[in-house]
């Protein structure tokens, strides 16, 4: 994975290769290789995937309820026969045991700790999401690059370079986005856990020395940012201040939308020989 330089207060357009005329301009032909590949770059997760499985995300701030939705989804769709494969953010081996020594010890910056859960989000996209979107399974995805776009750019790191880092990251076929009142998510949180972790409750920026008050300042950041990426990337909001089974309802009810073409090609076989094509 090409990874931008690590200069987080750089504008986005310092990190593009730029050739020099030698008298301090730009060469023309080089600024539109960069526009072409940045938007070459963009394309993956703007298009749609090739592959014969469908991919779905669910997304939300902490206690949105997202993780309980995405659960009782998976069941159902087990409970009728779809071949399913769960994967979920901050998962990989690869990664783990840096980014706890680095939380425990406070030494990560905004930056180490976007390019770490990107290293985390390629091993998963290699390993646990592919390999099943190519055999035609349905892959279930609990937070996506969407969670970076939303968190990183809280904590300050530019958007462009977020997007850069996770240009490889493939388009879902359906992504929901729980949204919740940051006030009802930490009632929730509270309620199931005696204190905040200190980076859900971003106590890493010195927002406030309360962990309630850095959680509603942080968590406000994150959820803007939600809101604007439902416009960029058409994710589906559901309230999730509803009962659980109605929310679910209207989870099955968009999901059918998705499984409509996927049985009709798993129907007429496609599914088998778009797998092999791909492997």
Known sequence: MAV???DEFAPPEASAATESNGDGTVDGKSQRRDKASAAERKSLLCSPHPYPGRLVAVEGI???GKSTQLTLLERWLRSRGYP???TEWNSSRLVRESLRRGKRKNLLTPTTFSLLHAVDFADRLTYNILPPL???MIVLSDRYAYTAFARDVARGVHPEWVRKVYSFALRPDLTFYFRVPIKVSLERLLSGRAKLK???AGMDLGLSNDPAESFEVFQARVLEIYDQLTVEFGLRTIDATGEIL???RVVRR???EILRDYDRERAKGNHVAA????W
Not at 275 to 278: P, R, S
């Open 4 to 6: 931008p330089p690590l």
């Open 62 to 64: 902490d206690g949105s």
């Open 84 to 86: 399913v494969r769960f």
């Open 134 to 136: 190519k055999a035609g």
């Open 198 to 200: 200190y980076h859900e």
């Open 246 to 248: 109605d929310q679910q």
């Open 254 to 256: 968009m999901m059918r």
């Open 275 to 278: 797998a092999k094509e791909t």
